[in-house]
C-alpha cells in the first residue's frame, strides 16, 4: 500500500471553476482507480485559485490480476462434423495468439459458445498512474477551457506546476507541458519561492503550504472569512453565497473593513447590498437590529502592507458604483410602477408565445382561477394585483443593471408608487424558492402566501407554453430552467400546504394560450403531469429501488392532481410504515391479494355485487364486513386520518382475505359467481386504493 499525492498549479482559477472541481474530481477520480482495478483506503480534493490537490492514501502498488473471458464462435460453427477445428475457429485463435487447449465450452442463452480465458496480470501503479491521471483532468468538464502549450491540453487557466509523489518517490512523467517533480509553490506575493514536498503525506502538504500562506481547505478559508465577519466586525449573519464565492478566490483570508457615505443608505438595502456584491465580491455591513450602516468588509488575498491604499481603492469604486444605483433609483421612481406596464410588449416571451405583456394578462386571469381553486377567495385581488405588477421591474434601469434584483426592485417600487405592502411583498416573494436546495419550512419562513400562488401561476404559465410547443427538457439540456420551474412549484405547494388541483390549473391556462399551443391537450397533460412526478421526487430526494420510492409511487398511482394532498399521504403512511410496519403490511397484503383479482377483469368488474350470489360463508363474512366497515374507513379518509384508515383497513381484512383466497376459488366456471366475486375483490380493493394508495405496487409485503 502507498499514498499519492497530486498538485496541478495553475493561474489563479475562477470562483466556477472550483465548485466544478469538487463536485467532479473526486468523483472521476474514484472511478478512474476502480477501472485501473487499483484499490484504495480513502480519496480526498482541495482546491484553492492556484492549485487543484488529490490525495488518495492506501493505494495498491499493483494492479489487481484480471481474469478475462473473450467469447468465439457457436460451438457447432467451432468444430467440423470430424471434430477438427473450423477456418472461424482458427482464425479466432490466430487473432488472439491461442490454441485449442486454451479453450472451454460455455452455456448462454443463445447457446453453446466456446471462450478463450485469460489473466492479464496486474502492472505496477507507478507505470498505469501517469496515463490515468492525464486523462482524469482533461475529463472534468468546466465551462471554458484554453490552450497555451504544444500539446494542446485544455483547461481553465494555464497549468504552472505539476507535484506528483507516490510516498516519497515522484512519479516521471509529462503532463500539459510540464515535468512531474515534487517541487510546489506557495502564495504567489507572500511566499513565491518554490518548496519541496518529501513525501505523500496529507498532513505534511497542508503544514508546508501554511507555512507557504496557503489554507488549502475551502472549508477552512470559509470559516476563517465567517469568524471575521463575526467576531471582528460584530455581522450576526451575512450572504453564504458571497461567503463561499470569496473563499474561493483568496488562499489566505484577510478581512479590511471601508466606508462609503451615509447618504447612499436611503437606497434599498438590498440595492446597496447586490452593488457591492456584483461588482466588488464585499459584504455590505448592518447592525444588531438588521439595518444597513455605511460600512463594507472586503476579503484580501493575504496580509498587505498598503492597506490604505487598497481601502481608498474599494471605497472609490463603490462610491462611483452607489452613484450610478442612486441615479437609475431616482429616475425609475419618477413614474409610478404600473406606467411601465406597456413597456412589457417590448419583451418577447419563449419566441412563439407573444410578450411579456401577454403573459401578465393570463396570469391575471390564472389569479382568480388559482384563488378559488385553493380555496382562497380573500386573496384574489391581491394575487391578482401582485400578478399584473409582477413582471414590470424588468423594464427598470435598475434591474437592466442588477438582474439578479429583480422582483426586489419591483417591491421597493411598488411600495413607493402606493401599493399595499401584500402586494409589494408577494412580487418579490414570487420568484421564491432562490434555490431547489431550500427547505421548504425556511420557504415558508421568508417568503408568504400571496407571493406563493403569483409564483405557482407564473411557472405553470411557463411549463404550459413550454410543453405546449415541443420545448421540454431533453437529457442535460433544459435551456428554460423548466426543471426548476416545476422544482419551485412542489416546493411552494409544500411550504403552504396549498391543496388544489394542479390538472385544473394547467387546463386552464391551456386554454388561454388559445390555438398558440401545437401539442394535443391530452398529450400535454400526460407530459406535464410526468414532469411532474419527477419533480415530486426529486423534492423529496427519493432513490429508486427503495421502499420510500415504492410508498411515494403507490400513493401517485392512486390519484395526484393535487400536489399537497400527495405528500401528506406520502408522509402519513412512511410514517406509519415505519413505526409500524406489520399494520402497513397487513394492508399491503390485502391489497395485493385483491389487485391480482382486479388486473385480470375486464367489463365483468363493473357489476354491483349480487348478496343472492354469495354462496361460500367466508365470501359472505367478507361482504359484511364490507358493508359494514367500509363507511368508518371512508370515514377516516375523508377526514385524512390515513394512518387509522390503513390500520382499521388492515385489520378489518387482512385475515378473511386470507382465509377467503386459501379456502375459495374466485374464477370458477359459473360466470356470474365468477363475475360476482371479482366485483366483491373490487370494492375492498378500491375502498382503499382510490383514495389512498396502490400498495400492490410495493415489492417484499412478507
Not at 253 to 267: A, I, R, T, V
Not at 352 to 367: P, S
Not at 468 to 481: E, I, K, V
Amino acid at each position: 500500500m502507498a499514498n499519492l499525492l497530486v498538485e496541478l498549479g495553475t493561474e489563479e482559477l475562477p470562483s466556477g471553476v472550483l465548485d466544478v472541481v469538487y463536485a467532479e474530481l473526486p468523483v472521476k477520480a474514484a472511478e478512474a482507480l476502480k477501472t485501473a482495478r487499483l484499490s484504495y483506503e480513502d480519496l480526498k480534493v482541495e482546491a484553492t485559485p492556484r492549485r487543484i490537490a488529490l490525495f488518495v492514501s492506501g493505494l495498491a502498488v499493483r494492479q489487481a490480476d484480471e481474469k478475462v473471458e473473450i467469447s468465439g464462435p457457436s460451438l457447432e460453427k467451432a468444430y467440423a462434423a470430424d471434430g477438427k477445428p473450423t477456418p472461424a475457429l482458427e482464425g479466432f485463435l490466430k487473432s488472439k495468439g491461442a490454441a485449442v487447449n486454451d479453450l472451454t465450452v460455455k452455456e448462454t442463452p443463445r447457446g453453446k459458445f466456446v471462450v478463450l480465458l485469460r489473466e492479464n496480470k496486474g502492472r505496477a501503479a507507478d507505470k498505469v498512474l501517469p496515463e490515468l491521471l492525464q486523462a482524469l483532468f482533461g475529463s472534468v468538464t468546466f465551462p471554458k477551457n484554453m490552450r497555451w502549450e504544444p500539446t494542446g491540453f485544455r483547461f481553465p487557466r494555464p497549468a504552472r506546476w505539476l507535484v506528483t509523489l507516490l510516498d516519497k518517490k515522484p512519479l516521471a512523467f509529462t503532463f500539459a507541458g510540464l515535468k512531474a517533480s515534487n517541487q510546489s509553490y506557495g502564495h504567489r506575493f507572500l511566499a513565491p519561492k518554490a518548496f519541496r514536498i518529501p513525501s505523500a503525506d496529507w498532513d505534511i502538504y497542508k503544514k508546508l503550504l501554511k507555512k507557504a500562506h496557503v489554507a488549502l481547505d475551502l472549508a477552512e478559508r470559509k470559516a476563517i472569512i465567517a469568524k471575521g465577519l463575526k467576531t471582528k466586525f460584530q455581522q450576526a449573519s451575512f450572504d453564504e453565497e458571497l461567503l463561499h464565492t470569496t473563499a474561493q478566490l483568496v488562499e489566505e483570508p484577510e478581512l479590511l473593513q471601508g466606508s462609503f457615505s451615509k447618504d447612499y443608505l436611503q437606497l434599498p438595502k438590498e440595492v446597496l447590498a447586490s452593488c457591492m456584491k456584483k461588482n466588488q465580491k464585499i459584504f455590505a455591513c448592518y447592525d444588531s437590529k438588521g439595518a444597513l450602516t455605511g460600512k463594507f468588509v472586503a476579503v484580501l488575498n493575504g496580509r498587505k502592507s498598503n492597506v490604505t491604499g487598497i481601502r481608498a481603492g474599494y471605497e472609490n469604486v463603490l462610491e462611483s458604483r452607489l452613484k450610478d444605483a442612486k441615479y437609475f433609483y431616482t429616475a425609475d421612481t419618477k413614474e409610478k410602477l404600473e406606467a411601465k406596464l406597456p413597456k412589457l410588449e417590448q419583451v418577447t416571451y419563449l419566441g412563439k408565445l407573444g410578450n411579456m405583456r401577454q403573459k401578465t394578462e393570463r396570469m391575471e386571469k390564472l389569479a382568480e382561477k388559482i384563488a378559488a381553486l385553493a380555496h382562497k377567495p380573500e386573496l384574489t385581488e391581491s394575487v391578482r394585483r401582485a400578478a399584473r405588477l409582477s413582471k414590470v421591474d424588468l423594464m427598470t434601469h435598475l434591474v437592466y443593471e442588477f438582474p439578479d434584483l429583480q422582483g426586489t426592485v419591483g417591491r421597493e417600487y411598488a411600495l413607493a408608487s402606493g401599493e399595499s405592502q401584500d402586494v409589494a411583498k408577494a412580487i418579490a416573494s414570487h420568484y421564491l424558492p432562490k434555490s431547489l436546495t431550500q427547505d421548504y419550512a425556511a420557504l415558508g419562513k421568508e417568503g408568504d402566501l400571496v407571493g406563493g400562488l403569483v409564483g405557482i401561476i407564473d411557472r405553470i404559465d411557463l411549463l404550459v407554453g413550454a410543453f405546449g410547443t415541443g420545448l421540454q427538457p431533453t437529457g442535460s439540456q433544459d435551456p428554460f430552467a423548466l426543471r426548476r420551474a416545476g422544482g419551485a412549484v412542489v416546493k411552494t405547494i409544500r411550504a403552504w400546504n396549498i391543496s388544489f388541483s394542479v390538472a385544473d390549473l394547467m387546463r386552464e391556462a391551456a386554454a388561454l394560450y388559445g390555438n398558440a399551443l401545437t401539442v394535443p391537450a391530452a398529450e400535454l397533460a400526460d407530459k406535464l403531469m410526468k414532469f411532474f412526478e419527477e419533480r415530486v421526487i426529486f423534492e423529496l430526494q427519493l432513490k429508486p429501488g427503495t421502499r420510500p420510492h415504492e410508498i411515494f409511487s403507490a400513493v401517485w398511482q392512486s390519484r395526484h392532481d393535487n400536489f399537497a394532498d400527495v405528500l401528506e399521504r406520502f408522509q402519513q403512511l412512511s410514517a406509519l410504515f415505519e413505526r409500524e410496519p406489520e399494520n402497513f403490511i397487513r394492508a399491503g397484503k390485502v391489497v395485493e391479494r385483491t389487485s391480482n383479482i382486479v388486473k385480470g377483469m375486464k367489463g365483468a368488474g363493473e357489476k354491483s355485487i349480487n348478496p343472492e350470489l354469495l354462496k361460500e360463508p367466508l365470501e359472505k363474512k367478507l361482504f359484511e364486513l364490507l358493508e359494514k366497515e367500509s363507511g368508518e374507513i371512508d370515514k377516516r379518509l375523508d377526514q385524512r386520518h390515513f394512518e387509522d384508515a390503513t390500520r382499521l383497513f388492515g385489520k378489518v381484512f387482512y385475515g378473511p382475505i386470507h382465509d377467503f383466497f386459501e379456502q375459495v376459488m374466485v374464477n370458477v366456471e359459473d360466470t356470474n359467481i365468477r363475475e360476482n366475486r371479482q366485483a366483491l375483490m373490487k370494492r375492498i380493493n378500491h375502498l382503499y386504493t382510490k383514495k389512498l394508495a396502490d400498495l400492490s405496487m410495493l415489492s417484499r409485503l412478507d
